[in-house]
């Protein structure tokens, strides 16, 4: 049975995200670097996992949106066409007591510091959070190009190139994982706002007639992928529409988290009307209208895009998975005490099924069984400690099942399969584990 969380989740989670090495901070050995986290053994499994989960979701089981693996740094034109240059900022105001600065968005009252309560505060004052780099030998105003502040602008550039490639007629998508800087100024809340960070982005492109009617699809769409895929409660996520609209957008709605620090933003999902490519048709004077087959009429398309941070969404699957519940122990002068667990979807647990050969003896057949094991799923052999030991571990990384091979495993060619959440117990015969763990971890 489940008991609260004791303590602060947040805290719990960035401690035991390091120690188990999942996430922590980029370049430790020189104090941390601010706003930049690395992803470690399990970090980078489960990211990974996550990521090919989205990609499935919005790629591989739809025909009508198709993929793009674009650079990040691209032509200098296209964040002056996208509004980056001139716009892309946070207004910021600093405290002079306490010199603490704040997005003044942010501020419960922007005339008194959050932190201090001092009203000796600068003007407020906008911050590009574009990160600049130069391209070519000369280092002047001329060779400089920018980190791509978010991963969709190159699928505008590319959409007549995809489209006459891929042969799509109107409505299709063109998806995009990867990543985006951004020099926030105050980047905290652990991941949750980082200057580099990973996005996974659709455009979907349609005639403006109907273009209401996708926004609502996919809103759905991406609703039920949080909860069915995801697992997340329905008093975890919430739909927050934006109050104020940019001036080509017709409905834009915020999917957010409820995070220990409060509701979040998790993804976005925008009409962004023709904004995008019509901008980059007048950067670029080229001709980025479509030709509809069935009327002869060209026009530029509609765009509704949803775009949400994989890294956001690793910090969000930890908030949900992350429990402490009580467990037997082989503690002296104790009967249970506090398991913590990562209740993973089976689907992206880091590590789907941990072997563990019961005595030293065992570790050669237990190897040969996670070498047959691995060819199917995430696993990992773990020798080290007294299983009860071994098993707490494989709980805190939210391994869903471990196969115990044991002295009588050689005779019954069987294996006692440990699930994490209920503990439960079963043996399973070796030759019915890929049935068993599929159906498992896949439910086919
Ligand atoms: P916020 O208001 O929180 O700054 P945003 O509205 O600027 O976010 P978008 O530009 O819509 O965010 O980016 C889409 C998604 O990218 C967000 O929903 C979020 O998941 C992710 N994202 C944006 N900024 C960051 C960041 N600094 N660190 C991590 N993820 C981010």
Redesign the pocket.
């Known amino acids: 049975m489940d008991i609260q969380v004791q303590g602060d989740l947040m805290e719990k989670i960035v401690s035991l995200c390091k120690r188990r090495g999942f996430i922590f901070q980029s370049s430790e050995i020189y104090g941390g670097f601010n706003g930049f986290w690395d992803y470690g053994p399990y970090g980078s499994m489960l990211k990974k996992a996550v990521e090919q989960l989205w990609w499935n979701e919005m790629v591989e089981t739809r025909n009508n949106v198709v993929g793009l693996d674009s650079t990040i740094i691209c032509h200098p034109k296209t964040w002056k066409a996208s509004g980056h240059v001139d716009r892309f900022g946070d207004i910021m105001c600093d405290c002079k007591d306490c010199k603490t600065r704040f997005r003044v968005d942010q501020m419960p009252d922007p005339k008194t510091c959050t932190n201090c309560g001092s009203h000796n505060l600068t003007e407020p004052r906008e911050f590009n959070l574009m990160m600049k780099t130069y391209v070519g030998p000369v280092f002047d105003e001329e060779h400089i190009a920018y980190l791509r502040a ?1 991963s969709c602008q190159p699928i505008f550039l590319d959409f007549n190139l995809i489209r006459i490639a891929t042969r799509q007629q109107l409505p299709f998508g063109i998806a995009q994982i990867g990543k985006a800087f ?1 020099n ?1 100024i105050t980047p905290r809340m652990f ?4 200057r580099e ?1 990973t ?1 996974m982005e659709m455009e979907f492109f349609c005639a403006d007639e109907g273009s209401m009617d996708w926004f609502n699809y996919w809103r759905e769409q991406r609703v039920n992928y949080y909860k069915n895929k995801l697992g997340f409660r329905d008093d975890e996520i919430r739909l927050h529409p934006h109050d104020k609209l940019a001036h080509y957008a017709k409905a834009a709605v915020d999917i957010e988290f409820l995070f220990p620090f409060g509701w979040g ?4 999902i925008h009409h962004r009307g023709t904004w995008d490519l019509s901008q980059h048709q007048k950067f670029s004077e080229q001709n980025l209208e479509y030709l509809d087959q069935a009327t002869g009429k060209r026009f530029i398309p509609t765009v509704v895009e949803t ?3 994989l ?2 969404t690793i910090l969000a699957i930890f908030c949900h998975a992350y429990c402490e519940d009580k467990a037997p122990t082989q503690k002296e002068g104790m009967d249970e005490d506090v398991r913590i667990v990562l209740r993973f979807p089976a689907r992206i647990a880091p590590i789907q099924v941990a072997v563990l050969p019961l005595s030293k003896k065992l570790n050669e057949q237990a190897e040969m069984l996670q070498k047959k094991v691995s060819s199917y799923y995430r696993t990992e052999l773990d020798v080290t400690g007294n299983i009860g030991k071994r098993y707490r571990r494989q709980d805190e990384i939210g391994t869903p099942f471990c196969l115990t091979y044991d002295f009588e495993s050689d005779n019954d060619n069987a294996v006692t399969v440990r699930e994490r959440d209920s503990m439960a117990q079963e043996r399973v015969p070796i030759a019915e584990l890929k049935k068993y763990l599929d159906n498992k971890i896949y439910g086919w």
């Not at 991941?191 to 980082?194: A, G």
């Not at 933003?265 to 976005?268: F, P, V």
């Open positions: 978010e951004r926030e991941t949750f706002r980082s960070f996005q933003e998790l993804e976005g775009s949400v941070g890294d956001r």
